[in-house]
């Protein structure tokens, strides 16, 4: 099954059914699918009037359904083929976990097995990003607290080890190159040095960022061979890229949003907002906006108007709009 541009698009903004409800639109902050397609996890974002972290579930990547659990919140996701499992970060309570699941779709064979903890967990850090490298048969994890041990990494996503990571950053998103073999991490907080690499996932190495965001997330293009990495703050500069993980070149982003995801999808890189804007990138040297959701938008501002009428005050903030109540 082949999901051309127009349905990518509307994956990062699912129609997510609650209940037999109508349907709302909520941006998701990640998204991954089984090796054939016919399983499909997201976690939406927080947002004006979604609380965020949870997990949605779709059997076609067009409907999608909100998976009922114990977790308080759900945080990253991805899948290793080789293995049959998804991994997932969560928090239960106050403390992050992961959790993994078995599936299987073999031959027609289907087995769709239940969460379940691993058996141990190095660090109580606040883990942020996960993903997987099935030329080395590892996941690697990153956090964005932690002393010197804000990696973790695993061959079965049971048993984890930390490894020590260079810098005591605020590591939010981790992604791995095939063909450089190569982890690269980013993160929100440091003074130049928001970057770092690694072969193996152990021995890890700095490397300076062209500009000091807060950067949220990263991945990948197999087809251009770079890295992009988009960031929740910054003016105009809000997109960065690199060829081998050393040397970054920022890039003008056509608007100044609160960019929380970014993926690599068959001839484009997408990345989309906590406010739901979507960009896009043949190149990634050139961006454009992705048609805006009416309904989507109609929701927004009717939020914003009730809002307006109802709180004691309201902030504009970077292009975000924050409302609060005050008893």
């Not at 059914?17 to 939406?44: H, M, R, W």
């Not at 659990?69 to 991994?87: A, M, P, R, T």
């Not at 959790?99 to 239940?114: F, L, M, P, Q, S």
Request: aromatic share 14%; charged share 15%; with cysteine.
């Amino acid at each position: 099954m082949a999901y051309e541009c127009s349905d990518f698009i509307n994956m990062l903004k699912p129609n997510i059914q609650d209940n037999g409800a109508i349907g709302t639109e909520y941006p998701v902050k990640c998204i991954c699918s089984n090796s054939n397609l016919n399983l499909f996890y997201g976690i939406t974002s927080k947002t004006l009037f979604e609380s965020g972290g949870k997990l949605i579930t779709s059997n076609d990547g067009v409907t999608w359904h909100k998976e009922q659990s114990d977790v308080s919140e759900w945080v990253s996701i991805c899948y290793s083929g080789e293995l049959g499992i998804f991994c997932a970060i969560v928090r239960i309570a106050d403390s992050y976990r992961i959790i993994i699941k078995e599936h299987y779709h073999v031959y027609g064979y289907h087995e769709d097995r239940k969460w379940r903890l691993p058996y141990h967990l190095p660090s109580n850090n606040t883990w942020e990003s996960i993903c997987w490298s099935p030329e080395l048969g590892l996941f690697c994890a990153v956090a964005s607290t932690g002393n010197s041990n804000q990696i973790m990494t695993s061959s079965d996503g049971t048993y984890w080890k930390t490894q020590c990571s260079p810098l005591n950053n605020e590591w939010q998103s981790i992604c791995w190159s095939p063909e450089l073999m190569l982890f690269c991490a980013i993160s929100s907080t440091g003074n130049g040095n928001q970057i770092m690499t690694s072969p193996n996932g152990i021995y890890w190495t700095t490397h300076c960022s062209p500009v000091i965001n807060e950067w949220s997330s990263i991945c990948w293009s197999p087809k251009l061979m770079v890295f992009c990495a988009v960031s929740s703050t910054g003016n105009n500069n809000q997109i960065m890229t690199s060829s081998d993980g050393t040397y970054w070149t920022t890039l003008y982003n056509p608007s100044n949003a609160e960019w929380i995801y970014i993926k690599w999808h068959k001839y484009n890189f997408y990345a989309i907002a906590r406010s739901g804007e979507i960009m896009s990138s043949y190149d990634c040297n050139v961006w454009q906006m992705e048609n805006e959701n009416k309904e989507y938008n109609d929701k927004y501002n009717e939020e914003v108007m009730r809002i307006l009428t109802t709180c004691k005050y309201f902030i504009p903030d970077l292009g975000k709009i924050i409302g609060k109540y005050i008893n």
